[in-house]
């Protein structure tokens, strides 16, 4: 079965500075995607970043990058010149193939940002 | 265009009582998933609707739980007799028929059983 861990519970990094959170998984799928969501206070889930495991080059979107290392099963997202709106819940999460599958998920880390 | 929507945002009820949830999905969107998150563990998954069919329901917790979407658009899940382990936020998801990759998530719904 799959399975994707988030080892941090909790993590804080002050304004402007870069934070990474961790994420790895378990997988005997050669094909499948990896996500981060973020579930700020207001509680609405959204999609911060996708990475397809067929893709070498890491995903990118604005300030937030991942770090993919598909031999070593790791998927780590940075993020860079951190906001006080980047506070929130962030979700590592697993999905087999090219969708139509449920995603699997990490128990998250919860991410505060110092002023 | 309007995101993926849940209703009620919270509920309290009573152990023995029902509870009946709604997501509407996206406009257009096929794919309709059901996650719960009890506090403290993981996210999740109860089931997955294409259009109106149960696509797969392995992550259902018993026979107390019954969902429907019935002509394909909005979907709802009933807890009947609620118990006090079904207490968590109830979170729907939905994703176009092709390019399904990415689930887009409701606010949730935050459920208390006493």
């Known amino acids: 079965a799959q399975t994707v861990t988030q080892s941090q519970p909790e993590m804080s990094v002050q304004e402007a500075e870069t934070v990474t959170l961790s994420c790895t998984y378990d997988t005997s799928e050669s094909d499948y995607y990896l996500f981060w969501y973020k579930q700020p206070p207001s509680r609405q889930m959204i999609l911060v970043i996708r990475q397809e495991a067929y893709k070498q080059q890491n995903a990118t979107e604005n300030r937030f990058s991942v770090n993919f290392q598909k031999a070593a099963k790791s998927f780590s997202l940075k993020i860079s010149d951190s906001q006080l709106g980047d506070a929130a819940m962030y979700f590592c999460a697993y999905s087999w193939n090219s969708g139509n599958t449920p995603l699997v998920f990490g128990k998250g880390t919860r991410l505060s940002v110092i002023a | 265009e309007a995101g993926v929507t849940q209703f009620p945002s919270h509920s309290v009820i009573e152990k023995g009582q029902t509870v009946t949830l709604r997501c509407d999905p996206i406009s257009g969107h096929d794919n309709l998933y059901w996650y719960r998150r009890v506090m403290g563990k993981e996210i999740k998954f109860l089931l997955h609707?294409?259009?109106?069919?149960?696509?797969?329901e392995s992550g259902m917790p018993n026979n107390r739980f019954l969902a429907e979407r019935t002509g394909g658009t909005y979907s709802t899940l009933k807890v009947q007799p609620a118990e006090l382990e079904d207490s968590g936020v109830y979170f729907c998801?939905?994703?176009?028929?092709?390019?399904?990759?990415?689930?887009?998530f409701g606010p949730g719904t935050r459920l208390l059983v006493l």
């Open positions: 998801a939905s994703s176009q028929r092709f390019n399904t990759e990415t689930q887009y």
């Open positions: 609707f294409v259009k109106e069919s149960k696509q797969d």
